[in-house]
């Protein structure tokens, strides 16, 4: 069983910035992949970002490209998404997800947070 606990959610004004954190408990962070994914009203959620367990490679989806970063730190067992450069699509309930393999399904991690809202205001 894993925990995921996300905080770092807020309203910031388009072109602003945001770091999202989520804190891992119940199981050995450093062979999880771990993954950012959001979900904005009426919509489907979507796979925002990656990083694999083992050799800490990173993925994103197309529209956060260059301007959304993810990093682990395994010693404090938490997976961080920097967010720049913000947009009011980014609008989201953003959520920390942890699975056995690197991949932009959603149904294919095990675990979930809760969720923080990020709103993005024009």
């Known amino acids: 069983q894993v925990t995921l606990v996300e905080s770092g959610g807020g309203l910031v004004q388009a072109g602003g910035s945001l770091r999202l954190s989520c804190v891992a408990s119940?199981?050995?962070?450093?062979?999880?992949?771990m993954g950012w994914f959001r979900q904005a009203p009426g919509k489907e959620r979507e796979f925002v970002a990656g990083?694999?367990?083992?050799?800490?490679?990173?993925n994103y989806v197309d529209s956060v490209k260059g301007r959304f970063t993810i990093s682990r730190e395994t010693a404090k067992n938490t997976v961080s998404l920097q967010m720049t450069s913000l947009k009011p699509e980014d609008t989201a309930v953003y959520y920390c997800?942890?699975?056995?393999?690197?991949?932009?399904?959603?149904?294919?991690?095990?675990?979930w947070g809760k969720g923080t809202q990020v709103t993005v205001s024009s």
């Open positions: 997800a942890a699975g056995v393999m690197t991949t932009p399904r959603a149904g294919l991690y095990a675990y």
């Open positions: 119940g199981r050995t962070f450093s062979s999880l992949t």
């Open positions: 990083v694999s367990g083992r050799d800490v490679t990173t």
